[in-house]
């Protein structure tokens, strides 16, 4: 039969039609009870300047999830406490949250001490952790938590060899070294490490000064560190560490030769002009959504940029996602063990947990501030294109 025009256009609408129905059906919005994470965050204490970072991302995940098709066709509602920066706090919460808020899985909190309360509330109801920013691997005893930062199971030799390497590879190369840490249990852990990978490597360590969390009062300690003037300063810092020690430096008229900062708040170092050519570690994390820039901005967060903090958190988030959908199952033992045997491909790389204490390899990078904005400059195969490790001096 020859076609009409009118018959034509009609079957071309109705096949449009069809199309936006199937396109419909196919992201159609989860249904049913939801799937219920709880975790617990410092949104208030010495933490809540990064802790802030961690709340973005996870609201940013579960809004994606639930624009789809959220956890096994269900919505996903995220459970979320203070816990004021305290581990006894965590500790109390999490409790809660599996006992009385009855939620179907937890996330860990930020930061390692935090993290350790949460992962013996974890080990005691046999659900599984999967945590993003625990510093010391040899605590992590528990058979079911799994690391979303790719830290590997010696960070405490990994990491300040990776500086030394980016300082030898540069040219730079420190005769003398301060060592300075806070008493955070992961940073006091890892600033050893650099003290003893320093002497073995043949560095003088002119001083090694520790300081207790909470400390607001920087000036004790760069006046020790002006006295001694090494080449270089390892600060195991947390937060907002990095900016008052700058802070204090700034007063007594002295500018650092070098400087590596553990765990700064990423913002406030970067916008700091005395923090030119600082040096952080950092997995190799590329911007995953415009959104985080459009949240963190909403926020007021001075640094609008996905970096370290933001990627290991959305990773956990990932991790999680990845094995509920692998598995099409809630269930702590089932999940464990998949994650056990399977990796996760993340956006800083594909992650493992077959390792010691279910860490896999160390995918840490070295980040510095130039210009304005932090820039991966080693490993040099991970370096942004035509990045190098400036400072005094450089050519």
Same mark, same amino acid.
């Given at each position: 039969?020859?076609?009409?025009?009118?018959?034509?256009?009609?079957?071309?609408?109705?096949?449009c039609?069809a199309?936006?129905?199937?396109t419909?059906l196919?992201?159609?919005?989860?249904?049913?009870p939801?799937v219920?994470?709880g975790?617990?965050?410092?949104?208030t204490?010495?933490?809540?300047?990064?802790?802030?970072?961690?709340?973005?991302?996870?609201?940013?995940y579960?809004?994606?999830?639930?624009?789809?098709?959220g956890?096994?066709?269900?919505?996903?509602?995220?459970?979320?406490?203070?816990?004021?920066?305290?581990?006894?706090?965590?500790?109390?919460l999490?409790e809660?949250?599996?006992t009385?808020?009855?939620?179907?899985?937890?996330l860990g909190?930020y930061?390692?001490?935090?993290?350790?309360?949460?992962?013996?509330?974890?080990?005691?109801?046999q659900?599984i952790?999967i945590?993003?920013?625990f510093g010391?691997p040899t605590?992590?005893?528990?058979?079911?938590?799994?690391?979303?930062?790719?830290?590997?199971p010696?960070?405490?030799?990994?990491?300040?060899?990776?500086?030394y390497?980016?300082?030898?590879?540069?040219?730079r190369m420190p005769?003398?070294?301060?060592?300075?840490?806070?008493?955070?249990?992961?940073?006091?852990?890892m600033?050893?490490?650099?003290?003893d990978?320093a002497t073995?490597?043949?560095i003088n360590?002119?001083?090694y000064?520790e300081?207790?969390?909470?400390t607001?009062?920087?000036?004790?300690?760069?006046?020790?560190?002006?006295?001694?003037n090494?080449?270089?300063?390892?600060v195991?810092a947390i937060?907002?560490?990095?900016?008052?020690?700058l802070?204090?430096f700034?007063?007594i008229?002295?500018?650092?030769r070098?400087?590596f900062?553990?765990y =700064?708040?990423?913002?406030?170092? !970067? /916008?700091a002009?005395?923090?030119?050519? @600082?040096?952080?570690?950092n997995? *190799? +994390?590329?911007?995953f959504?415009k959104?985080y820039?459009?949240?963190?901005?909403?926020?007021g967060l =001075?640094?609008?940029?996905?970096? !370290? /903090?933001a990627?290991?958190?959305?990773v @956990?988030?990932?991790v999680?996602? *990845? +094995?509920?959908?692998?598995?099409k199952?809630?269930?702590?033992?089932?999940?464990?063990?998949?994650?056990k045997?399977?990796?996760?491909?993340?956006?800083?790389?594909?992650?493992?947990?077959?390792?010691?204490?279910?860490?896999g390899?160390?995918?840490s990078?070295?980040?510095?501030?130039?210009?304005g904005?932090?820039v991966?400059v080693?490993?040099?195969?991970?370096?942004?294109?035509g990045?190098?490790?400036?400072?005094?001096?450089a050519?």
């Open positions: 039969m020859r076609l009409t025009r009118q018959r034509l256009v009609f079957l071309v609408v109705l096949a039609l199309l936006v129905l199937m419909t196919s992201v159609a919005a989860p249904s049913g939801p219920r994470i975790s617990t965050l410092a949104l204490g010495p933490l809540s300047p990064t802790a802030l970072i961690h709340k973005i991302v996870g609201e940013i579960v809004d994606q999830l639930n624009k789809k098709d956890l096994l066709g269900r919505p996903v509602e995220w459970v979320l406490l203070d816990d004021q920066s305290k581990p006894d706090q965590a500790r109390t999490y809660r949250l599996i009385v808020d009855r939620v179907d899985l937890v909190p930061a390692t001490a935090n993290i350790l309360s949460a992962m013996a509330v974890a080990e005691r109801y659900k952790l945590h993003h920013t010391i605590l992590a005893k528990y058979e079911r938590h799994f690391p979303a930062w790719a830290l590997g010696e960070p405490g030799k990994t990491v300040p060899n990776l500086l390497d980016a300082l030898a590879g540069s040219g005769k003398t070294i301060a060592v300075v840490t806070n008493k955070f249990p992961s940073l006091h852990f600033s050893v490490g650099a003290r990978v073995q490597r043949g360590v002119a001083l000064l300081y207790e969390f909470g607001r009062d920087f000036m004790p300690i760069a006046t020790r560190i002006k006295e001694v090494p080449d270089f300063i390892w195991g937060g907002t560490d990095g900016n008052m020690l802070d204090a700034k007063k008229d002295y500018t650092p070098g400087h900062y553990l =700064p708040s990423p913002g406030p170092l !970067v /916008q002009p005395e923090g030119r050519f @600082a040096l952080a570690a997995p *190799a +994390a590329a911007e959504v959104t820039h459009e949240r963190a901005a909403k926020a =001075p640094y609008q940029v996905v970096e !370290v /903090q990627a290991a958190s959305f @956990a988030w990932q999680l996602e *990845a +094995a509920i959908t692998a598995t199952s809630l269930d702590d033992k089932v999940l464990g063990q998949w994650l045997s399977n990796r996760v491909d993340t956006i800083t790389g594909r992650v493992r947990f077959d390792g010691p204490n279910n860490y390899d160390d995918l990078k070295i980040k510095q501030v130039q210009d904005k932090w991966v080693w490993p040099k195969e991970w370096a942004a294109p990045a190098r490790l400036l400072g005094p001096g050519q």
